[in-house]
């Protein structure tokens, strides 16, 4: 954050209520981020913990909300006031995509949690569910994982309303997070100014918390939950088996320029990707902020990741697939002796090729679901 308040780095906390879910809820919600900040300065009071309510309208809004929409306006918000942390509040039901029913939201990528007060009771005993679910989320924002019981025990898991203090250990980790968010940021120390090379800028002010993110959320495991982009690139790569034309290029083509297109192919495979999923655009009206080309840069790292992964199975498969093969069939389609050496260059030309015509059949995944898939850490 830019200042300090007596000496103590401040942590703001942004409330984002809709529009039209009436008066009871921005209440609510105003005597919720109270009774948060306070809890947190209990527990935390080497930070000057502050609290900002807003009221915004959502274009699509009605008897359920889309997650996405509401973080992509908390986003908004957070940075346009420079938040830390952004909880959007509605009274209607989310969306839920994984669960019949979800309270909220976190995605520690952007630093923004949606919740729902539409199962919650009213009175007291409502509002003590509320501030229990927005405890929950902002601890999940700082990265603290979820248990059976303590503060961090999910709403959905037996139905007290005590408010149980964050253990130690749970303390002693938000701490440490909480210390680099209250570090002067890129673009307050260039008063809103973002450059040509302010992504650049963004990675080398922490590589390691970068990679950390990235191995978070293993994307090596991307090829195995995006199924539209992994079933084209296998059903392309069988298929080039039946072409002898391809078995000529891929046994004959030159290992450099083999390197080079594999490589090439992956850089194209995981632009194409990132672009066609339109990953830049959940803050586009923004302006520059060293989270969001943080989260962009995080994105990008994973889906080569992924993609590169992607071309390893591929090409582990044709090459299995190749030796299985009758030897002297193929020894007659391409005039080449197929040793091991061939098979590889085949297995990697396959391989490069499948890659490509998965990254189109990611694009053929729906943006809600690919978005949703890297944005939400879980629904709870």
């Not at 942390?85 to 209607?92: E, P, Q, R, W």
Request: glycine share 10%.
């Amino acid at each position: 954050m830019q200042s300090q308040t007596s000496g103590r780095p401040p942590i703001q906390i942004g409330w984002v209520v809709l529009e039209g879910d009436g008066s009871r809820t921005r209440e609510r919600v105003e005597e919720v981020a109270g009774l948060l900040r306070a809890g947190m300065e209990e527990q935390l009071p080497e930070f000057a913990w502050q609290s900002a309510v807003v009221e915004r309208r959502l274009a699509r809004q009605g008897a359920q909300i889309d997650p996405l929409d509401l973080l992509e306006l908390g986003v908004q918000e957070k940075i346009g006031h420079h938040w830390d942390f952004a909880l959007v509040v509605t009274a209607s039901d989310l969306l839920a995509r994984e669960r019949p029913f979800t309270y909220g939201v976190p995605s520690s990528a952007l630093e923004t949690a949606v919740l729902s007060s539409a199962r919650c009771e009213d009175g007291e005993t409502g509002t003590t569910r509320v501030l229990q679910l927005a405890r929950f989320l902002f601890a999940s924002l700082l990265g603290l994982p979820a248990g059976q019981d303590g503060a961090m025990r999910p709403p959905e898991i037996g139905q007290n309303t005590e408010l149980v203090p964050f253990s130690q250990a749970q303390v002693t980790a938000m701490r440490e997070r909480l210390a680099d968010v209250g570090d002067e940021r890129l673009e307050e120390r260039h008063d809103g100014r973002g450059g040509r090379f302010f992504k650049l800028k963004t990675l080398a002010a922490d590589p390691r918390g970068i990679l950390r993110d990235v191995i978070g959320y293993t994307p090596w495991k991307q090829p195995f939950h995006l199924d539209k982009l992994t079933a084209a690139a296998l059903l392309s790569s069988l298929l080039m088996f039946l072409g002898a034309e391809v078995w000529e290029l891929g046994v004959g083509i030159d290992p450099v320029t083999l390197a080079a297109g594999t490589f090439g192919t992956v850089i194209a495979a995981t632009w194409f990707l990132f672009s066609g999923q339109h990953l830049s655009e959940l803050a586009r009206d923004a302006g520059p902020s060293e989270q969001i080309a943080r989260t962009e840069l995080v994105l990008w790292i994973c889906l080569f990741t992924g993609m590169v992964t992607l071309w390893l199975l591929l090409g582990a498969a044709a090459f299995t697939l190749a030796t299985l093969l009758p030897r002297d069939v193929v020894e007659g389609w391409t005039g080449a002796t197929l040793d091991p050496a061939a098979r590889l260059s085949f297995a990697a030309f396959v391989s490069t090729l499948g890659t490509l015509a998965g990254a189109l059949g990611g694009n053929l995944e729906a943006e809600d679901t690919f978005k949703a898939q890297f944005f939400f850490d879980e629904e709870v």
